[in-house]
Antibody, heavy 121, light 107 residues
Framework: QVQLQESGPGLVKPSQTLSLTCSVS??????????WSWIRQPAGKGLEWIGR???????NYNPSLERRVTISVDTSKNQFSLNLSSVTAADTAVYYC?????????????WGQGTLVTVSS | DIQMTQSPSSLSASVGDRVTITCRAS??????LNWYQQKPGKAPKLLIY???SLQSGVPSRFSGSGSGTDFTLTISSLQSEDLATYYC?????????FGGGTKVEIK
């Protein structure tokens, strides 16, 4: 059974960098046909895709966040990470990591439980 | 970006009712439309992919249809455990985008 688990600080100061890691178990992050994505959800609001990475390190980002986002992968640890710089209160949200099955069909089939990140001084 | 518009934004129905949620894309996305269920305090769960394919383990009362720009999620007989918010998501083009959600309440 594939499991994803987000980890990182729950509180980040404005203008600083939000850093989260997603640990994957039950599957190799290097296995084919999968991207690995970050998605966020402000309280009471909808879902926003942040970006994705392939095991090779190839990335795609949401243009709305592209200037501030970096997603990286560590295949040796079976983890991928999110860095979001220059955060403001608008970046307060639950952050999810998810496996993105990408073949003829493509969809998010496994999600982490989510981690709340609050931006506040 | 492809905008996804869901309707209604919320609904209230009785156990056993047939429930229909619609999702409209701002441009043609062929069949690249997925549906997710999010229960309170939980991560979203994949229900339907590529417009009409039922994800493994999902009850058969859930079904999806549509193509092009207009899509539908149907719950044939609403159960109490279906209390949740439902989201559509297009996987046709980057950036991947979600609808605003439909909150389903039980009368």
């Amino acid at each position: 059974q594939v499991q994803l688990q987000e980890s990182g600080p729950g509180l980040v100061k404005p203008s600083q960098t939000l850093s989260l890691t997603c640990s994957v178990s039950g599957d190799s992050i290097s296995s084919g046909s999968f991207y690995w994505s970050w998605i966020r959800q402000p309280a009471g609001k909808g879902l926003e895709w942040i970006g994705r990475i392939y095991s090779s390190g190839s990335t795609n980002y949401n243009p709305s966040l592209e200037r501030r986002v970096t997603i990286s992968v560590d295949t040796s640890k079976n983890q991928f990470s999110l860095n979001l710089s220059s955060v403001t209160a608008a970046d307060t949200a639950v952050y999810y990591c998810a496996r993105h099955y990408y073949d003829v069909n493509n969809y998010f089939d496994y999600w982490g439980q989510g981690t709340l990140v609050t931006v506040s001084s | 970006d492809i905008q996804m518009t869901q309707s209604p934004s919320s609904l209230s129905a009785s156990v056993g009712d047939r429930v229909t949620i619609t999702c409209r894309a701002s441009q043609r996305i062929t069949m690249y439309l997925n549906w997710y269920q999010q229960k309170p305090g939980k991560a979203p769960k994949l229900l339907i992919y590529t417009a009409s394919s039922l994800q493994s383990g999902v009850p058969s009362r859930f079904s999806g249809s549509g193509s092009g720009t207009d899509f539908t999620l149907t719950i044939s007989s609403l159960q109490s455990e279906d209390l949740a918010t439902y989201y559509c998501q297009q996987s046709y083009d980057s950036p991947l985008t979600f609808g605003g959600g439909t909150k389903v309440e039980i009368k």
